[in-house]
């Protein structure tokens, strides 16, 4: 039987984006297509001296490495659900090609203690968050991890001790503020339910819309924050070969970034291009992989969009360096920023104009380095290095100071042994004299608002004043997914950026709520 040709993909237009209003509460109701698979939304860089009695560091900065080739590389994209009638049909004559990509379900990897992952299809990631309360479960049942340390006299890492941590949870730390919440409720935007959005930004939101069939699986939209316009701008990937689909996006005020990733070969490919408010230029592909690298992570920071490299733990290039990478938005300048021994241990994280990554310190031992780089030159601004073996599962950089989180306890670590996000409480950074924990299950890096350090709790957004010693929670509204709000927004920002899953009969969708102080 002869093999039947797939039918040609439209390209998306960058000259006449498709612009709506992103429905406002009360609004039409979408289709109940939309509504047919949930799953789960993960959302995630020089002190010498010690400062009072948190902590102490000093430079260390990993060897430089001299630049050579990259192999290529990425895990598939794991959209072989969406794909399935059309791969029985396409490969009816040979049926290899379903076997071949055997690592479509090592999309996206979730960090478990003692080295151990959990694996989420991008599938599942794409068509709901609702299911974000998995990420809270995993959270929950994390084992603690031994603290196994490697001596090295080259070494200076964070060291907290127990008194010097103020934890969320201890009696009379905080107060909680009575009333309103200072944050106040700017705009509420309806988007299909299932969407993804991503802010750091306090003008636009780049957002992962899922569509009601599987060619295409999502499309691409900048929503404007100040009046809920939802612009699409990617209704179908660039990569017109059967099987792409977009899995990941990011925008600022410059421009775009997004992946597009085929289930059927393994490969993915980097996009990005510039933007003047919701419409962009030219698309401009930076950057090709296959599965011996995992999906890379992107972030956009000043003028540059930015990717992470890293290869998959258990391919062909399980050895090889990683690497952080950018460009300029619009061009194919690309510059390679940093690059690791091993894999990195987080996502990159943008401030806005700065980027933060974990590398691993070039040394015997593993230790990572939270790592402050500047978007526009590439230069290291900041660092901190942990104890080995603790590996964050995010890192970032608000209000000048390092903030990271564990999803493990760690024996014999002082302050830092438990679950929970860190952050100094003054501005004395990563030396300050005190520090704070909010000990929940971390799911969602945090971001700084005013006066307050803005953290996804088990339900709600949380703001904490360190200053004032108190703390609020953002209201979520009666029947949202058990996750209730996710924080969207990263770095330091007026506008703050949440969002939460509506299931509903009649009208599900997903609502983007955007807070002002």
Known sequence: ????????????????????????????????????????????????????????????????????????????????????????????????????????????????????????????????????????????GAQVATTAKEASSTVATLEVSEDAVVSLSDEGALSAIEGDAPLALSGEYKLPYGSLVWANSDSYAACLLPTEGADPLCQGAILNLSDGTLTTILEAPVSTERGFDICDIRCNEHGVVWTEANCLSGEWRIYQASASGTSIGSPVLVETGTSDYEIPYLCTAGNRAFWQVVPASSGNASAEDSLL???????????????????????????????????????????????????????????????TPMKPLDAGYVDGRFTFSFDASYQNQGGLSGIGTFAPIDRGGSSGSEWFCFDRNPTAAPAWSGSYFMVKSTRTVSGIDFAARTYFTLPCPDGCDDYGDFLASTGTHDVIVTYLGMPSDDDAHTLVRVWKA
């Open 325 to 387: 990478k950018s460009a300029s938005f619009g061009s194919s300048d690309i510059r390679e920023d940093w690059r690791s021994r091993g894999r990195m241990g987080t996502a990159p994280y943008s401030t806005g104009n700065e980027v933060v990554i974990t590398p691993r310190v070039d040394t015997t031992g593993v230790y990572y380095q939270m790592t402050l780089l500047d978007a526009d030159s590439g230069s290291k601004k900041d660092e901190l290095t942990l104890p």
């Open 1 to 140: 039987m002869a093999e039947r040709k797939p039918t040609p993909r439209r390209t998306p237009s960058t000259r006449s984006p498709h612009v709506r209003t992103a429905r406002p509460v009360g609004g039409s109701s979408p289709s109940r297509a939309r509504r047919a698979s949930v799953g789960i939304s993960s959302s995630r860089a020089s002190r010498h001296t010690a400062g009072g009695r948190g902590g102490r560091v000093r430079d260390t900065r990993p060897a430089s490495v001299g630049l050579g080739p990259l192999a290529k590389g990425a895990s598939s994209a794991a959209f072989k659900a969406s794909h399935a009638a059309t791969a029985r049909a396409a490969n009816a004559s040979r049926p290899k090609m379903r076997q071949a990509p055997n690592a479509l379900n090592e999309q996206v990897r979730i960090p478990l203690p003692e080295g151990k992952h959990t694996t989420l299809t991008r599938r599942q990631l794409i068509v709901g968050a609702a299911g974000i309360g998995a990420l809270f479960a995993i959270g929950a």
